[in-house]
T-cell receptor, first 111, second 114 residues
């Protein structure tokens, strides 16, 4: 069956360090992979999209990699700040109109 | 444009009652989605509209759930005969055909069935 796995345990890192979040998937062939940020009680906010033929995408302090052979995406936040503390969701878009979300990883940046 | 609006933000209802939620998408977005999210889980797809046509509906959506998007503008999601298991955050999102900008979500409607 189709499965998207994100670290279910919270990730705690020191301010200024690079946070790396992982998204693994099975039985999918996504055309796109998206990353969202979600704060408590709010809807997800779109951050980045990477296409299946792209290896890496950057936006300011964010970097996303996409390895369709390993079926994995890594999401990096460099020079992390306490304001980056949130839950980060990866979402797979397999060319259909239905984007499927992972369960998210909670990131806590400690001052 | 102020983004995707959802109303109400919170709804408490008694088991067995019907509830209706409204979503106003970004005006130039022709695609509208409904998702449901429970604590500690990611958003779960419910249904999708392109303009006024409902093009996909999750098999998880029971017959008690119905969604409409008259005239391709705002959308409503109705749950009939609510059950405690329906308690969740109901999220609406809209998008353009171009995937590059992802989905824009509303703040959601939190439903509590007592």
């Amino acid at each position: 069956s189709q499965k998207i796995e994100q670290n279910s345990e919270a990730l705690n890192i020191q301010e200024g360090k690079t946070a790396t979040l992982t998204c693994n998937y099975t039985n999918y062939s996504p055309a796109y992979l998206q990353w969202y940020r979600q704060d408590p009680g709010r809807g997800p906010v779109f951050l980045l999209l990477i296409r299946e033929n792209e290896k890496e995408k950057r936006k300011e302090r964010l970097k996303v990699t996409f390895d369709t052979t390993l079926k994995q995406s890594l999401f990096h936040i460099t020079a992390s700040q306490p304001a980056d503390s949130a839950t980060y969701l990866c979402a797979l878009d397999p060319r259909s109109q239905k984007v499927t979300f992972g369960t998210g990883t909670k990131l806590q940046v400690i001052p | 444009d102020t983004g995707v609006s959802q109303d109400p933000r919170h709804k408490i209802t008694k088991r067995g009652q019907n509830v209706t939620f409204r979503c106003d998408p970004i005006s130039e977005h022709n695609r509208l989605y409904w998702y449901r999210q429970t604590l500690g889980q990611g958003p779960e797809f419910l249904t999708y509209f392109q303009n006024e046509a409902q093009l996909e509906k999750s098999r998880l959506l029971s017959d008690r759930f119905s969604a409409e998007r008259p005239k391709g503008s705002f959308s409503t999601l109705e749950i009939q005969r609510t059950e405690q298991g329906d308690s969740a955050m109901y999220l609406c999102a809209s998008s353009l055909a171009d995937r590059a900008k992802g989905y824009t979500f509303g703040s959601g409607t939190r439903l509590t069935v007592v």
